[in-house]
């Protein structure tokens, strides 16, 4: 056997290296079968090693930004195939349009995104090893990403119907919370489906609560991609301070109330998995089909850049 031998080492390498954007480049260069490598850099980093890539090149994309480079060469750069893609996948994950990234940089906000390793990128081309950061919860990080790409798949499928199917009334008399009013339309489950967390998100930062908005697909995919990435923000920034047992006062209630952090994510998943499984229904869709085992297989583990 080799002495002196870094294996892991070597495959951190392919999978960073600047030529290997998909899974089967990185295993070619590193003489290793996609499975293996896969264990492997899952067991030993913690981390799938298309996602390391993916967020080891939005912190280079997000320093090249800061330094003034366009979005669309940052884009291009970070190997996506359309400005629209990167964009998305920007704002996920910093919480922020990457047009916003400049003004991030004024306020002293690090380029890091949450990881399980601490590895990230060290400007200019270099890496940088935080031996002491603290990995976001698995559970939690699932559990928020599953609702949302989930949520953005149906609402592209809704937008595939005629208006008048969309709407039709297929559930006279159907709530699923109370206080929420009726749900009898694909139409009104899909409305509150993203309007739940646009209403929790506002009692958890402080903002007012949003007014109604329009509820045709567009305007709901419009919404629910504005909403997406300040909620996945909000939650990583709640495990990063240990923040789950805290407590916010809702003095809209009648009279105020107070809910713990951790209720109150749990109560958004809950609601959220049931409505879009009533979506999956009226669309006529495989229910399994929002398994989050296949989510992320197919998924979250899986989509490089140029997806």
């Not at 870094?6 to 392919?14: N, S």
């Not at 998100?201 to 997406?228: C, K, Q, S, T, Y």
């Not at 999956?280 to 197919?298: C, F, S």
């Amino acid at each position: 056997m080799e002495t002196g031998r870094d294996r892991l080492r070597e495959l951190l390498d392919a999978v960073l290296d600047e030529d290997n954007a998909t899974l089967g480049d990185m295993a070619g260069d590193a003489f290793s079968s996609p499975f293996h490598l896969n264990r492997r850099v899952r067991r030993d980093a913690g981390e799938p090693p298309v996602a390391l890539r993916r967020r080891v090149v939005l912190e280079r994309a997000a320093w090249q930004l800061r330094g003034g480079a366009s979005v669309t060469d940052a884009a291009f750069a970070a190997g996506y195939e359309s400005v629209e893609g990167f964009a998305r996948a920007f704002g996920r994950a910093y919480g922020h349009p990457p047009s916003a990234a400049a003004a991030r940089s004024e306020a002293g906000r690090s380029s890091w995104l949450p990881s399980p390793n601490g590895i990230h990128f060290h400007p200019p081309t270099s890496l940088w090893i935080d031996s002491q950061e603290h990995a976001v919860n698995p559970l939690a990080q699932q559990l928020v990403g599953h609702d949302l790409d989930d949520t953005r798949a149906l609402l592209e499928a809704a937008a595939r119907l005629p208006d008048d199917d969309y709407r039709r009334a297929r559930m006279p008399g159907h709530t699923v919370l109370g206080w929420d009013g009726p749900e009898e339309s694909l139409a009104a489950v899909l409305d509150h489906l993203v309007r739940s967390k646009e209403v929790w998100l506002a009692a958890l930062v402080g903002d007012d609560v949003p007014p109604a908005r329009a509820d045709d697909p567009p305007a709901l995919l419009e919404r629910h991609d504005a909403v997406a990435p300040r909620w996945l923000a909000t939650w990583r920034d709640v495990d990063r301070r240990g923040a789950w047992d805290d407590r916010v006062v809702d003095a809209l209630c009648e009279p105020p109330e107070s809910f713990q952090l951790a209720s109150v994510l749990a109560h958004v998943v809950t609601y959220a998995a049931h409505r879009r499984q009533l979506a999956r229904t009226l669309l006529g869709a495989d229910p399994a089909a929002g398994d989050p085992i296949l989510w992320l297989r197919r998924g979250h583990d899986q989509e490089g850049p140029s997806a």
